[in-house]
């Protein structure tokens, strides 16, 4: 299923092909590039990076592409989000999601992130735009 169709299917809500909602034991994930994550990470397939992955919408996003067996790595700067969603996301799907702490506009990270990991979609939510907020003020036309 192409990335698009994934992103909307799991923001619709829809259950996506194969995906089996899981309520197991968390776990407590890297909280940086480790030796551990290199492991577990490279060279799977069909690795989704979901920058923002502990926000509102990533972590929807993250949960229903892990759920569809995709692995998954988050980049988040937590400056909006807490390090406990990636626990929350193991309760809810089994096992962690690799996290890698860090912001989107580093790019020798980014770099560093996609030597490690074989990525093969992005979704992008790291964002500081508050909907609610961007109606209340709005800018006049
Ligand atoms: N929530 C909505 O209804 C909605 C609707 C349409 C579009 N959006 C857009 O989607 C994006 C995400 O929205 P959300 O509601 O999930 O917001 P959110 O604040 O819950 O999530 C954003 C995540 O990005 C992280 N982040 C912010 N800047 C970062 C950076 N420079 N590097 C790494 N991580 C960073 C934050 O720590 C947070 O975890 C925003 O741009 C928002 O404008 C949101």
């Given at each position: 299923?192409?990335?698009?169709?994934?992103?909307?299917?799991?923001?619709?809500?829809?259950?996506?092909?194969?995906?089996?909602?899981?309520?197991?034991?968390?776990?407590?994930?890297?909280n940086n590039?480790?030796?551990?994550?290199?492991?577990?990470?490279?060279?799977?397939?069909?690795?989704?990076?979901?920058?923002?992955?502990t926000?509102?919408?990533?972590?929807?996003?993250?949960?229903?592409?892990?759920?569809?067996?995709?692995?998954?790595?988050v980049l988040d700067n937590l400056?909006?989000?807490?390090v406990?969603?990636?626990?929350?996301?193991?309760?809810?799907?089994?096992?962690?999601?690799?996290f890698v702490q860090g912001d989107?506009?580093?790019?020798?990270?980014?770099?560093?992130?996609?030597?490690?990991?074989?990525?093969?979609?992005?979704?992008?939510?790291?964002?500081?735009?508050?909907?609610?907020?961007?109606?209340?003020?709005?800018?006049?036309?």
């Amino acid at each position: 299923m192409p990335a698009l169709a994934l992103l909307q299917a799991a923001m619709d809500g829809r259950k996506l092909p194969g995906s089996k909602r899981r309520f197991t034991v968390p776990c407590m994930p890297p909280n940086n590039l480790t030796a551990q994550a290199f492991d577990r990470g490279y060279g799977l397939k069909n690795t989704i990076l979901i920058t923002g992955g502990t926000g509102f919408i990533g972590s929807h996003a993250v949960v229903e592409l892990m759920q569809a067996g995709f692995n998954v790595v988050v980049l988040d700067n937590l400056c909006n989000s807490d390090v406990g969603v990636i626990e929350r996301l193991a309760t809810i799907c089994g096992h962690a999601p690799q996290f890698v702490q860090g912001d989107v506009r580093d790019s020798a990270l980014l770099d560093k992130v996609f030597d490690l990991y074989r990525i093969t979609a992005v979704m992008h939510f790291a964002g500081l735009k508050s909907v609610g907020e961007s109606w209340q003020q709005a800018a006049p036309v």
